[in-house]
């Protein structure tokens, strides 16, 4: 079974520059196969460019006349901007300059019926529909509370999608972690699937659309004599996993990394599997594999040298988790997604008896190098969005040497990928709009700016 990363510990921007460097390229033998693919070609034209800078930017939702809703998820606030990217109203904010406050947690935004929005906060376990004009027209609660976090989780990748009356959205895995006799935190098993299950609204009735792979890591803990918690991570740099988005169309698709195709369910619950898509496999040697594990090690230790205090909000995190884990806030549990959304709050979560359990920076190992895949993957994980036209995009792992930047796969209802098309550096896909109409979030310094461009 392999065992895969999450975003998390490698924070996220090494993941970022894996794909920015090709994985080490230098370090892998170029081979290209018989398979036609289209030609990579530029993103098109930029066309509006943000005024203010933003922090992280999770998700966005288009609306017409070229109006935006934004989720500054760093700031904490959801702005509204007209066609030039200028701030018509701030939606919703942390501050005292709004009424509605965001939440403590990052949220995300879902395309509603007709012009509306929804903003789920799984903080206070509801979500907010907001108007064509960005206005808070009423609250519902979120339709089970235990998935409040998967809705909210728009930042990693596919969160919730609203299609035919059902919200759509990864299921959380129903565990705790539990603290052993000796004062150790017991790790629960962490499954390597997860499924994609879809909500009624209206009559709150659950059902499984699918299974989808997901990266995974082996986490264990032990304590020492003095209470502190010892946390060693294993973790795979090169996994295996599946994606999935909803289409403007209400299809369901889930694209499988191990060979590349797409399995669709229907609006009506039927199913169909495309071909394979054509890609330029590459085998990667006992060499190539030591040498990746290297240069991820490499990569590591430089993204820490950079942000020395990631490893004490990491622990922050584990220490958050616990105390929820062993009877804290409503829906705690499961260290590894706390840490994923790096939430971290400061000081120790409560030990056995009120006595302060402290947790010690985690110990970042790798899996061995006989356990990385005989064949790079496509893809990493978050990885594919939908736009508004009934195309997947799918930022592809680079197999060969290509332009600067990075190029995105796009692939048709049929499950074809018909455009391949590269976006500048510094730059990341955070929507669509309608048109042929993609917003960019572009790394300026310290912040974020947004821009609108065309697809061609």
């Known amino acids: 079974m392999t065992r895969c990363l999450t975003p998390v510990v490698l924070s996220g921007a090494v993941l970022s520059r894996l794909g920015a460097l090709g994985l080490g390229l230098s370090l892998f033998s170029l081979h290209a196969t018989a398979q036609a693919r289209p030609a990579i070609r530029p993103l098109g034209a930029t066309v509006a460019t943000s005024r203010d800078s933003l922090g992280a930017v999770n998700n966005v939702r288009a609306l017409p006349g070229g109006r935006l809703l934004i989720n500054d998820a760093t700031s904490r606030r959801v702005l509204l901007v007209d066609s030039a990217m200028t701030v018509l109203k701030v939606v919703a904010d942390s501050t005292s300059s709004t009424a509605n406050a965001y939440g403590p947690r990052s949220g995300s935004l879902i395309a509603y019926r007709g012009d509306s929005t929804l903003f789920v906060d799984a903080a206070s376990l509801s979500m907010l529909v907001i108007d064509g004009n960005g206005t808070i027209a009423r609250v519902m609660s979120v339709p089970r509370s235990q998935d409040a976090m998967m809705l909210a989780a728009g930042g990693l990748g596919a969160g919730a999608f609203y299609s035919n009356g059902y919200l759509i959205y990864r299921g959380m895995p129903g565990f705790q972690m539990r603290m052993n006799s000796n004062g150790t935190p017991g790790m629960p098993a962490v499954a390597d699937t997860m499924a994609i299950v879809r909500v009624n609204l209206q009559s709150r009735v659950l059902d499984t659309v699918g299974f989808v792979k997901i990266p995974k890591t082996n986490t264990s803990m032990s304590r020492s004599d003095d209470g502190k918690i010892s946390i060693s991570i294993e973790v795979n740099p090169l996994p295996i996993v599946d994606e999935w988005a909803v289409t403007s169309t209400g299809q369901i698709a889930m694209l499988r990394g191990k060979d590349y195709h797409v399995d669709w369910v229907a609006p009506d619950g039927s199913r169909?599997?495309?071909?394979?898509?054509?890609?330029?496999?590459?085998?990667?040697?006992?060499?190539?594999?030591?040498?990746?594990?290297?240069?991820?090690?490499?990569?590591?230790?430089?993204?820490?040298?950079?942000?020395?205090?990631?490893?004490?909000?990491?622990?922050?995190?584990?220490?958050?988790?616990?105390?929820?884990?062993?009877?804290?806030?409503?829906?705690?549990?499961?260290?590894?997604?706390?840490?994923?959304?790096?939430?971290?709050?400061?000081?120790?979560?409560?030990?056995?008896?009120?006595?302060?359990?402290?947790?010690?920076?985690?110990?970042?190992?790798?899996?061995?190098?006989?356990?990385?895949?005989?064949?790079?993957?496509?893809?990493?994980?978050?990885?594919?969005?939908?736009?508004?036209?009934?195309?997947?995009?799918?930022?592809?792992?680079?197999?060969?040497?290509?332009?600067?930047?990075?190029?995105?796969?796009?692939?048709?209802?049929?499950?074809?990928?018909?455009?391949?098309?590269?976006?500048?550096?510094?730059?990341?896909?955070?929507?669509?709009?309608?048109?042929?109409?993609?917003?960019?979030?572009?790394?300026?310094?310290?912040?974020?700016?947004?821009?609108?461009?065309?697809?061609?």
């Open 272 to 456: 169909r599997s495309s071909p394979k898509i054509a890609f330029d496999w590459k085998r990667l040697s006992d060499d190539d594999k030591v040498a990746l594990i290297d240069s991820v090690k490499i990569i590591r230790d430089r993204a820490a040298a950079a942000n020395p205090g990631q490893g004490t909000q990491m622990a922050a995190a584990f220490g958050a988790a616990m105390g929820a884990s062993t009877g804290g806030a409503a829906g705690g549990g499961f260290a590894t997604q706390v840490i994923t959304r790096v939430e971290a709050r400061a000081g120790g979560a409560p030990g056995v008896g009120g006595a302060p359990m402290q947790v010690m920076t985690p110990q970042i190992n790798y899996v061995s190098p006989s356990e990385l895949p005989d064949y790079q993957p496509p893809f990493f994980a978050t990885s594919a969005k939908a736009d508004e036209d009934g195309n997947l995009w799918v930022r592809t792992i680079p197999t060969k040497p290509q332009p600067a930047g990075t190029v995105y796969d796009v692939i048709n209802s049929d499950g074809e990928a018909v455009d391949r098309v590269l976006v500048p550096e510094n730059r990341s896909i955070v929507g669509f709009g309608p048109g042929g109409v993609v917003y960019l979030a572009v790394r300026s310094g310290t912040g974020t700016v947004m821009e609108r461009a065309r697809v061609k």
